[in-house]
């Protein structure tokens, strides 16, 4: 278990699990919880038994489907209903029955919530709240608290906001985490709450939503304030506008505020298990989030890359090393010569200052006729080689190429393309069909070449983006094509323009299929 005097709490598989659009299995969560063991968290709330049947499950299979390292499960719920007793209620046996040894308890901290919401009396949800969390603690759980609203409970009523506290903690549960459930808080007056809840002397932690943009600012607001329990979702997840990132408040705290939260080697495998979290989610990753994303150590002004050539420190807050991840080199017409040679040493060369000097004007002539390198490295990567070899070099050279689009009798539309090439001494005609233009070039190239470059067998287009370039309008407007392919080691992304849509995306797939030849250890 992990240390107890502060506490990495996660509600990914419950609090999370509440953003629109994501939908986890018992396989999702299991999966999920394993990522975040291994990120060194010291709890991990798996959801609600007895209320929800998949969370029910969770908990069963998790009894011999998990080996957990460092966290504990937490079971989620809410206190017994009014009028009854803890030992009598079904959701209450819900939870002790669940093998989670931490239930955290959803309770009411806001006087009209209580009279509105629950209809019931504040004496009697203070009596729901000693007997619920004194019932679990002598059937040997440990139990948390979430005082729901307590932000806003506390602006209307701060005597029973506190006297809710009080009564928790009398009742022996560890902790209370004070709930900003809609979200609305600012850091300055969040802290000045959470100080008066410490002087309760109860055990206080922290549960923010992002409705503000501010939920990790709160986060650590109330830390500095006296919260030793901080709760949060894997990439803030969660409903509205999600939760505390659970990576950004943990990072912070230990790179920033020196707090020994997870081991040193978990969190420089954080980026690793953010990332593999959305692959089980299927969210598309924030490429802008702090520390984790693709792009929160990449560099494309020309200024920086020049600072950075001296110190990689001068523009950067961090090693993004401590969190996994890397710092890149993005190529664009802002480009000075220092970007590029970075650029080239990311890639393995190393640049005489005349090629440098020649690549930056190729890349800025290029992309003011609406080339972007900064989202197409794989180009950039064959353009520096070009620059750098002095001439054009591909594994295969293209004599012609033609498609025809075909609306049959039957109402389908059939597109089939004819490539010609030369590659290895022999010349090939291959003929392709598929669903577009551009699915039937790609089947003919693939037709044609992987007799000889088998490999392109395990390559894959995965993604098209087509956009018609500021400036230009209607049917004969420039368009800039944008192809991402993968293969089992990883993805690349490849630019093509032409006034013809067809043209650019040619040019786009036949740089993926030779950067992917070159991925494969053929040399062009």
Known sequence: MADDRFHVYDTTLRDGAQQEGLNLTVADKLAIARHLDGLGVGFIEGGWPG????DTEFFRRAQTELDLKYAQLAAFGATRRAGAKAAD?????????????????VAKSHDRHVE???RTTLQENLAMIRDTVSHLRAEGQRVFLDAEHFFDGYKSNPDYALEVLRTAAEAGASVIALCDTNGGMLPDE????????VGTSARIGIHCHDDTGCAVANSLAAVRAGATHVQ????????????????????????????????????????????AITEVTNVIPNSHAPY????????????HASAIKVDPNLYQHIDPAEVGNDMRMLVSDMAGRASVELKGRELGYELAPDTSRELVNRVKEMEAKGYTFEAADASFELLLRDTVAGESRRHFQVESWRVIVERARGGEVVSEATVKLHAKGERIVATGEGNGPVNALDRAVRLGLERLYPELAGVEL???????LEGTHGTDAVT???ITSSDAAGEWSTVGVDENIIEASWQALEQAVTYGLLRAGHTA
């Open 51 to 54: 209320a929800n049947p998949k």
């Open 89 to 105: 209620d079904p959701l209450v046996a819900a939870l002790r029955e669940s093998g989670a040894p931490v239930v955290t308890l």
């Open 116 to 118: 509105l919401a629950l």
């Open 190 to 197: 969040l802290a000045e709450v959470v100080h008066a809840a």
């Open 232 to 275: 949060g979702c894997a990439n803030g997840y969660g409903e509205r506008s999600g939760n505390a990132n659970l990576f950004t408040v943990v990072a912070n705290l230990q790179l920033k505020r020196g707090f020994d939260l997870v081991p040193r080697e978990a969190l420089a495998d954080m980026t690793r298990i953010a990332h």
């Open 292 to 303: 984790v994303g693709v792009s929160a150590f990449a560099h494309k002004a020309g200024l």
């Open 462 to 468: 995965i993604d098209f983006k087509v956009r018609i």
């Open 480 to 482: 800039r094509v944008l």
